[in-house]
């Protein structure tokens, strides 16, 4: 390894005349220049204009000791993972969303956010250390090739996957691979004794980001956004122009747990909410380079009409610019539990090797001037408990339990009062369903049991189940006590004891659980969720300040 040597860049200490000064800060300039310029010479440092000497004694410290410890420590060392420790400990000092993702990882990391992958298009679970087709993609791969929901994947191109503790991770990295590659998968089947088989060529995947679309009742539609990629825009015109078309005239958009993504696609989704030139959001950043300002512009397909945003705490980042915006302009009604709260902005940079920084560069406001950013001065640990902490002191189910200091104190075009400095507030609270935090039910969901005895009762009776269509399922098919006894009987062979107690606290939900992943398997996604929102409070409340699809829910809480 070759190291240059610097000309020592410390600041005179003793007060010097002034033509004395100009004699210094040339050779001192001089010096710095040369030692940007060899620094230059071989990647892209660039220190800034504020505290360049800082900066370049930083930055050669850092090499100096890496040096070091590579060729004199007593042992071998991994350099390179050395460096990504450091710098990840690094970035943790700023806030808690500037990271460093290293090269192996940065495709997993950004595959999230695009709208399709190269893979075989299959949902799967992992039931003691089995891997388990849930169900294959429409018109992916797998369905292709028939797979099946319920059919255990043994091993992949002969490597056993199943009994060796994968992880998920790992799993989607052997699915996953180039377009017009072959997979060899051995599969075994129910009722089948032995294993089958079967070759899957890799394709282009759908990677969907609107999860589900379709309409509630006659008039109201509904719309579940699991995150803003790279095509949800595309994706949400199409469903909202599908709705128009079926005679929607209100809509129910749901962001929760969406933990946002491009920024861009998240403004122009809400553009086709805010009619005429409006602000959408605006970032703020050091000096001017970072500041933006994003108005409404073109001529949205739904600028009036009744409109609900559903959020909870797990509603983060671009879905909080959506709901910000949303409710600063008094267009929509803000439904569920206070977001998040990331407000920062995140530029990512693909380094040399592969690897990205993702810097936070700037902070997003909401019209009114709202910072949607909850504080991080106590540091990174207690940030990461934030939620816990609102567990934990009751914000959850009371809404009561949430303080904003009158200095965050902000108000919609309307005159409406709203907060910053730690999510969006929504308009309407709805507690969490105390029944979701039994300790028998998180044990159940733990340890997939749940999902797994739906997946066995598919199997039993597939028969049965493809001879209903799906609205007969919705509204005939019952889960029954015997049935929940069944699971709370796998449960005990699983090492689990019964608790007749906890039980009943969550037999509803769990009674809903089972009969959804039954027909997330049997008939698709719609009429999963359509299960699902069939004990949804959030769902209910917005449907409720709906009305009957002609009533505006932004007039009946100002009357309120």
Excluded: W
């Excluded at 001017?288 to 609900?308: A, C, H, I, K, W």
Aim: hydrophobic share 35%.
């Amino acid at each position: 390894m070759t190291t240059e040597s610097t000309p020592q860049l410390t600041p005179a200490t003793e007060p010097t005349p002034r033509n004395s000064r100009r004699q210094v800060r040339q050779p001192l300039l001089l010096a710095f220049t040369l030692a940007c310029g060899v620094l230059l010479g071989s990647n892209p440092f660039r220190p800034s204009n504020q505290n360049p000497d800082g900066t370049v004694r930083g930055y050669l410290k850092f090499k100096e000791i890496l040096s070091y410890v590579d060729r004199d420590y007593v042992d071998s060392v991994d350099a390179e993972a050395l460096s990504d420790y450091a710098i990840g400990r690094m970035l943790e000092q700023l806030d808690p969303h500037s990271v460093f993702i290293p090269a192996k990882q940065q495709q997993q990391a950004s595959s999230f956010l695009q709208s399709d992958f190269d893979g075989v298009g299959v949902e799967f679970n992992i039931f003691h250390d089995t891997v388990t087709v849930v169900a294959p993609l429409s018109g992916g791969p797998a369905e292709l090739s028939g797979l099946q929901p319920g059919d255990r994947i043994m091993a992949v191109n002969g490597e056993r996957v199943s009994g060796i503790h994968i992880t998920t991770e790992q799993m989607f990295g052997k699915l996953r691979g180039t377009r017009g590659s072959k997979v060899v998968l051995q599969l075994l089947r129910h009722h089948q004794v032995k294993p089958l088989n079967v070759a899957v060529i890799r394709n282009r995947v759908p990677n969907n980001s609107v999860d589900v679309s379709y309409l509630l009742d006659k008039q109201t539609g509904y719309i579940k956004i699991s995150r803003f990629a790279t095509g949800t825009y595309d994706e949400f015109k199409q469903a909202l122009g599908d709705l128009r078309r079926q005679g929607m005239t209100s809509l129910v958009l749901d962001l929760r747990g969406n933990p946002g993504g491009y920024l861009d696609r998240a403004t122009k989704l809400a553009d086709e909410f805010i009619g005429g030139t409006r602000k959408i959001v605006y970032t703020d950043g050091k000096g001017d380079q970072y500041d933006t300002q994003t108005f409404s512009r073109v001529t949205g397909e739904f600028e009036e009409g009744p409109l609900v945003v559903l959020v909870d705490e797990g509603s983060a980042s671009a879905a909080e610019v959506v709901a910000g915006a949303l409710q600063d302009h008094d267009r929509a009604l803000v439904v569920g539990r206070r977001t998040y709260g990331k407000g920062l902005v995140q530029q990512p940079i693909a380094l040399n090797d592969g690897s990205e920084l993702r810097l936070t560069i700037a902070r997003y406001y909401t019209p009114s001037g709202r910072s949607i950013q909850k504080s991080y001065r106590k540091g990174l640990a207690a940030y990461e408990q934030d939620l816990q902490n609102r567990l934990r002191h009751g914000e959850l189910f009371h809404a009561d339990s949430i303080h904003f200091a009158d200095s965050l104190r902000y108000h919609t075009d309307h005159g409406r009062t709203v907060y910053g400095g730690g999510g969006i507030m929504p308009d309407i609270f709805v507690p969490r369903d105390t029944s979701a935090f039994s300790a028998y039910y998180t044990r159940l969901q733990s340890h997939n049991l749940v999902r797994e005895y739906a997946l066995n009762y598919y199997k039993e009776h597939k028969t049965e189940l493809e001879a209903l269509r799906p609205e007969q399922f919705l509204s005939t098919f019952r889960i029954s006590d015997s049935q929940l006894q069944a699971l709370v009987d796998m449960a005990v062979r699983d090492g689990m004891p019964a608790n007749p107690t906890h039980l009943r606290t969550c037999a509803s939900l769990l009674r809903n659980q089972i009969k959804a992943y039954i027909a997330r398997s049997a008939y698709g996604k719609q009429t999963y969720y359509a299960v699902l929102h069939e004990q949804d409070i959030e769902l209910k409340q917005a449907v409720q300040a709906m009305g009957n699809g002609s009533a505006n829910p932004m007039q009946k809480l100002s009357m309120n």
